[in-house]
């Protein structure tokens, strides 16, 4: 495993003892694409949230070879910002330097020039000053990026990040993660939206509770796989009984 | 007349200098935390820590009898333990913050009023219930002081990671190991003011010159650095206008303080310039792009 990788070791994740995402295996290299999809409820933010260190593993473990947790940016869902609260676009951009700088320290001006470019890179100059609860949809998916781009983080988590923005706005963003993924990053990212897997993720993992297949996204996304992954079952059964698989973390 | 009303109260009698500054440092540290309770949706919980620290000081009472050490410490230890436990039982059990906040405020104000019925008179009740800002001696009006300069260094210098951490708290997390203790550190400073503020007005009171003219600041500007200082200023001239009130009226000054912040707060809700119900009611014309 090269410095960088996480590594998957028979991972079990969930909530109180039921498993949302049973048993996988595998590795994400540096500087890998990867996209995470599935149908509703087949495990894909939790895995995010286990690999941005939120949620521990019911069973096995994740590896980080060379990493700490701070390395990695997460883009979670945008429902969980407060919008409401009285923050403009250019303090919300600058809260990716805190990485660097700490709580305390001062933004200097190396990190007020990064920030000016995140922002125009988003194509958002010109509104430094709007309260972000003034923002639309896009716009707002486009501030979350800028501030990821602040955040300059070798490994880049983001959950759903095209949902209800529009196609100017996707293309836009496309072009960043292509452009971290030109930098060497690791992006991995949960999408609804297949042809746009296919387009930017050279790898997919089909997940539905357990994974369907994990390699290349055409692979991954074909019919016979796609098939395979809806005839999950979302409900739990309430008389299941503990799962006896091998729990030995293992490589894939 | 104007003088008469306004200013010679003040000018003839010591005790109301004294109450004066006392509210007016009150005011100032303890209506910017309010802005943010309000910010984090912990507007309640001001109330709930303010309940949480009567065990504590009765007990310092009951010890030591009306010493202000006693039982600043006494509040002080029963609030921070009340404000630690119901963070930890958020963060390790299936509870809810204001859930477990509300549990364990209404343990500790039964102990409270408990310790306080063991020994205590009528008049010692009172005294904690509702605070004594027109008798402040030296040692307690330097001790409002002390905690307001404290208070106030210390947003100075975390306002940023304040700030972020009731925005977004997972962030502040995960961009430095610090962002776990912000909540806690934050609690603890709304406890000082509280106990501060629990000398002055008294268990009751405290929590209102650090609520109202907060809610009042945010419906005159979205801007969050404007909010504090605003804050601050209505709370001062609440306390202000309050003991001229209470010095004419006869009326106990700690409620009166109050209610002249309530006063503040209605007129607010009415003509607020970013959130009262006239400008939202009946906005301006739109403009053209």
């Known amino acids: 495993m090269s410095a960088g990788a996480i590594r998957l070791e028979n991972v079990t994740l969930g909530y109180e003892r039921r498993p949302a995402v049973h048993h996988i295996s595998g590795v994400v290299e540096a500087g890998a694409g990867l996209a995470v999809c599935g149908p509703n409820g087949a495990g894909k933010s939790t895995l995010l949230k286990a690999l941005a260190g939120l949620l521990t593993p019911l069973g096995g473990r994740i590896v980080y070879d060379g990493l700490a947790l701070r390395d990695i940016a997460y883009l979670p869902q945008s429902a969980e910002i407060d919008h409401a609260f009285p923050i403009d676009v250019l303090d919300f951009v600058s809260m990716g330097a805190m990485r660097r700088i700490g709580l305390f320290g001062r933004v200097g001006a190396a990190e007020r020039a990064r920030i000016a470019s995140a922002l125009a890179a988003v194509g958002l100059e010109g509104f430094e000053d709007r309260a972000i609860g003034t923002l639309s949809g896009g716009q707002m998916q486009r501030v979350l990026f800028a501030r990821l781009l602040v955040e300059d983080c070798p490994v880049i988590l983001l959950d759903e990040p095209f949902g209800a923005i529009d196609a100017r706005t996707i293309d836009d963003l496309v072009k960043i993660i292509a452009r971290w993924r030109e930098e060497g990053r690791t992006v991995i990212a949960v999408l609804h939206e297949l042809d746009l897997a296919r387009r930017a993720f050279p790898q997919a993992l089909l997940l539905a509770r357990e994974p369907i297949f994990w390699g290349a996204t055409r692979e991954a996304l074909s019919e016979a796989h796609l098939a395979q992954a809806s005839h999950m079952v979302e409900a739990y059964d309430r008389e299941a009984e503990e799962c006896r698989r091998d729990e030995t973390p293992h490589a894939a | ?289």
């Open chain 2, 1 to 289: 007349m104007l003088h008469e009303l306004f200013i010679a109260p003040f000018v003839d009698y010591e005790f109301m200098r004294r109450a004066l500054v006392g509210a007016i440092a009150l005011s100032i540290s303890g209506c910017p935390l309010g802005v943010f309770l309000i910010l984090r949706r912990m507007s309640l919980a001001g109330d709930a820590l303010s309940h949480a620290i009567l065990p504590g000081a009765a007990l310092g009472y009951l010890a030591c009898g009306l010493s202000l050490p006693a039982m600043t410490f006494g509040g002080l230890l029963a609030g921070l333990a009340v404000a630690v436990a119901s963070s930890a039982a958020a963060r390790w059990t299936a509870l809810r913050e204001d859930a477990s906040l509300a549990a364990f405020y209404l343990v500790s104000l039964a102990l409270g009023v408990a310790l306080v019925s063991l020994k205590g008179s009528n008049v010692d009740l009172l005294h904690v219930l509702f605070g004594s800002v027109l008798a402040l001696d030296d040692a307690t009006l330097i001790f409002l002081a002390a905690i307001a300069s404290f208070t106030l260094s210390a947003l100075a210098l975390a306002y940023r990671a304040l700030a972020l951490d009731t925005f977004d708290p997972l962030f502040a997390r995960r961009v430095s190991p610090l962002g776990e203790w912000i909540p806690f550190a934050f609690l603890a400073l709304v406890v000082l003011n509280l106990v501060a503020g629990f000398h002055a007005l008294g268990t009751l009171m405290a929590v209102g010159i650090i609520m109202l003219p907060a809610a009042s600041a945010r419906l005159w500007t979205r801007d969050l650095t404007g909010a504090l200082p605003l804050a601050a200023a209505i709370g001062a001239a609440s306390s202000y206008f309050g003991l001229v009130l209470s010095f004419r009226t006869g009326l106990a000054a700690g409620p009166v303080i109050i209610l002249m912040a309530g006063g503040a707060y209605f007129l607010s809700l009415i003509f607020g310039k970013t959130g009262g119900v006239i400008r939202l009611r009946r906005p301006k014309r739109h403009l053209e792009g």
